[in-house]
């Protein structure tokens, strides 16, 4: 018997105005493109907070993609311009945490090209697919208030925890400059 | 009446915590005037069954500095918050990791590798390394165990209040030793410290730009820098946008960008992440090369970012490949 085959999970941030509007282009139109990638729809990639893509590795994710206008068509002027420099930095950062280069991407994709969300959602899965499970060893939590200072059991290297929603996405998110 | 018993203990870090009390000089006198210190081995004799003769929760508060890397450091923990009213987490390396964290880039056999094999100044031996147990006539010796990662304080116990820095400023010792005698204290799970970025505090705010933009990154050594004005501004890479304050920005004031000891804010969850924000989000540059031009110019951004707080960021650690390639283990 065959092993299944690896699936992995994406978590793509699009803007608004312009990725997530060609993904529904896509649905519209009837392309088909692998179901790995879950949309989280944000009001420009600009939005996109390093913290956010770390918090979807955290918690499972085998890639990241995030999606937003063209340079020079951001909704908000600068958005994606900013999306862009965190983006390269991450990247820089994330190769010397063992993270391979094809596990973040970004990409412009306006409005009216449901067929690159298609190509580029095929792509990636593709991509990902080949890297395998991200399998990070889980840092311990915080525990919760209250509880016993018991020993906490080392984690195995890819010990499978439930997962807890970092409570990232409930931050203001300020950018503190 | 008895006066209130505390602790100070010292777990993987450096020692500048202990110094930092020490820095408290005269002012020590006045806090043992009103804390009697039950155990605090680095200055004191005191011993371990010391503590644990007292009752639980006997000691008003601990003072524990330092990471956890080895189960001595975790006993010390455990026992520790079980005889104490109050756990501070003293400094960096207790809150977020610290410096010894940034051992989370490496793996457990290659730190063990390079120490007692590897490195230029280990001479070429039977590569002996230390074991945990060892018969001798006298009977058995014993040495903690070297743990697989670096971990904070409260991801091992857990942890009332937080003082940041590296070390803790005197001032935030003393409002935080005063507020504990006084019954003073805020909501437990509080970093004792104010909550704004450095920038507010900072003696350069008012040259720094409005619309900050930086088109070439520089290191410190590489310039002198202007002593009054932004170094962001200046192109060095200061963390102060990102950094709690409280520390009363002696860094700034010798000239040195801050390097993120005071850790962040309430409102971030992962500082490296949010410092990495800050810093490129101001760059010039719009086109990719050129953005990555700029960037690649930071030299070890994961140290530079995550300095003080590896073990507590989202990612806690480097990914080690020889497991995470063994696909299709245990588990699927």
């Known amino acids: 018997m065959s092993e299944p085959r690896f699936e992995p999970r994406i978590v793509a941030f699009f803007c608004t105005w312009c990725t997530y509007t060609a993904a ?48 020079g068509d951001c909704h908000y002027q600068q958005g994606n311009y900013n999306a862009l420099r965190r983006f390269e930095l991450l990247r820089l950062m994330l190769s010397d945490f063992g993270i391979e280069e094809g596990r973040l991407r970004l990409e412009w994709i306006s409005a009216a090209e449901g067929d690159k969300v298609q190509r580029v959602c095929n792509e990636m899965t593709e991509q990902v697919r080949a890297l395998g499970p991200l399998r990070l060893v889980r840092g311990p939590r915080r525990r919760p208030r209250g509880t016993s200072g018991q020993a906490e059991a080392e984690r195995g290297p890819g010990a499978v925890e439930e997962a807890e929603l970092a409570p990232v996405l409930e931050m203001g998110g300020r950018e503190a400059r | 009446m008895t006066k209130p018993k505390v602790a100070f203990y010292w777990c993987a870090s450096c020692g500048g915590c202990e110094e930092a009390v020490v820095d408290l000089a005269e002012d020590v006198l006045a806090v043992v005037d009103v804390v009697e210190i039950a155990f605090w081995p680095v200055a004191l004799d005191f011993k371990v069954s010391d503590v644990e003769a007292l009752a ?33 987490a003293f400094g960096a390396c207790a809150w977020l990791g610290g410096i010894p964290g940034l051992a989370n880039l490496s793996s457990r056999e290659s730190i063990l590798e390079l120490v007692y094999r590897g490195s230029p100044s280990t001479p070429d031996g039977d590569g002996v390394r230390p074991r945990e147990e060892t018969d001798v006539p006298e009977g058995r010796l014993r040495l903690p165990h070297f743990e ?46 104010p909550d704004v970025a450095l920038c507010a505090e900072c003696p350069r705010v008012k040259t720094k730009p409005a619309d900050l933009r930086v088109t070439e990154f520089r290191r410190p050594h590489e310039m002198i820098a202007e002593p009054e004005t932004c170094l962001l501004a200046q192109g060095l890479v200061c963390l102060g946008p990102a950094t709690r304050s409280g520390c009363g920005a002696p860094c700034i004031a010798a000239n040195m960008p801050c390097t993120g000891c005071m850790g962040p804010t309430s409102r971030v969850v992962d500082y490296g992440a949010k410092a990495l924000s800050a810093i490129a989000s101001l760059v010039a540059a719009e086109e990719e090369d050129a953005v990555g031009e700029v960037l690649r110019r930071l030299v070890d951004p994961v140290g530079t970012f995550y300095r003080y707080s590896l073990p507590a960021s989202l990612l806690h650690r480097r990914v080690e490949r020889e497991t995470a390639a063994s696909r299709g283990g245990a588990e699927g």
């Open chain 1, 24 to 71: 529904d282009l896509a649905g519209i139109s009837r392309m088909q493109y692998a179901p790995n990638v879950r949309a989280i729809r944000l009001m420009c990639s600009g939005r996109v907070d390093p913290q956010f893509v770390l918090a979807a590795f955290r918690d499972g994710a085998d890639g990241v993609l995030i999606g937003g206008c063209h340079p």
């Open chain 2, 56 to 88: 639980d929760g006997e000691l008003a508060a601990s003072f524990i500095n330092g990471a956890i890397r080895t189960s001595e450091q975790r006993e010390m923990a455990e026992l520790l918050r079980r005889k104490s009213a109050v756990v501070v």
């Open chain 2, 148 to 193: 697989e990662t670096v971990h904070t304080l409260d991801q091992v116990v857990d942890v009332d209040y937080y003082l940041p820095g590296c070390p803790p400023p005197v001032e935030l010792i003393r409002s935080a030793v005063t507020a504990l005698v006084e019954g003073q204290l805020p909501e437990k799970g509080s970093v004792l410290a």
